[in-house]
């Protein structure tokens, strides 16, 4: 129970722009007497994108390696996959997502959106014909399911919709339509980074600035937030 208070202390404080959070919750993780393999791994994802904010990529890509390694859970793999993304390294994120199974029909959502994007034009030379011709599989798929959503007023996949709308379907206007009924749903570092990147796609300053306003009042201080792909001023 000690740890996982720490955690979340250490976690809030890292979002909030304490650059010695990463540091503290590293050090009692590594002194701890002994794991077991799901708290190992629990930490791990918590460890990963703190040590992200604290300009660490490299220690942020052991501790996602840790987190999805044997037995990982989808959260963590969805974790990695979109920060592989980020860099632009599509052939290891379609490797780590086609090995948990993403291009499967009962695949979640997530999954199969970020497959499709590892698959996707922006790729380039490391997309294979074989690739294009899953993507389109997936695209069809995804488009289905939120068809089915709509006719329910399903509202919950709205920051996968707007990551499709951005980045499959090209039209930021919608994008950023979605990410904002997102952002109002739900406020993590994730769904923010999503608002920046379809504002800066949109070209609307008037979105970055409100969604400064509302990161502001939370105290929030990311680094990675206005970083995302897209979203650099």
């Not at 703190?50 to 220690?59: I, K, L, P, T, V």
């Not at 997102?182 to 504002?199: F, M, S």
């Not at 600035?209 to 509302?214: E, G, I, K, S, W």
Request: glycine share 6%; hydrophobic share 50%.
């Amino acid at each position: 129970p000690g740890v996982l208070a720490l955690a979340c202390r250490e976690d809030i404080a890292s979002m909030r722009g304490d650059g010695d959070a990463y540091r503290r919750l590293r050090q009692a993780a590594d002194a701890m007497p002994a794991r077991d393999a799901m708290l190992a791994r629990w930490l791990d994802i918590v460890l990963a994108p703190m040590a992200e904010r604290a300009g660490d990529r490299q220690a942020a890509e052991g501790h996602f390696r840790n987190a999805t390694a044997a037995g990982a859970d989808l959260f963590a793999v969805a974790q990695y996959a979109d920060w592989l993304l980020d860099a632009r390294r599509f052939g290891d994120a379609r490797a780590l997502l086609q090995a948990h199974g993403a291009a499967d029909e009962s695949a979640p959502d997530n999954l199969l959106l970020l497959l499709a994007i590892a698959c996707g034009d922006e790729a380039g030379a490391g997309r294979t014909d074989a690739c294009a011709g899953d993507r389109a599989v997936l695209v069809s798929r995804l488009r289905a399911r939120f068809d089915e959503a709509d006719a329910r007023g399903d509202r919950v996949h709205d920051r996968e919709r707007a990551l499709f709308a951005l980045v499959i379907d090209r039209d930021p206007a919608r994008a950023l339509a979605l990410a904002r009924s997102n952002w109002a749903q739900q406020r993590e570092p994730a769904d923010a980074r999503l608002l920046a990147r379809c504002a800066r796609a949109a070209g609307n300053a008037q979105a970055i600035a409100l969604l400064q306003r509302d990161l502001g009042a939370q105290r929030i201080d990311d680094p990675t937030i206005m970083a995302a792909p897209g979203a650099r001023p």
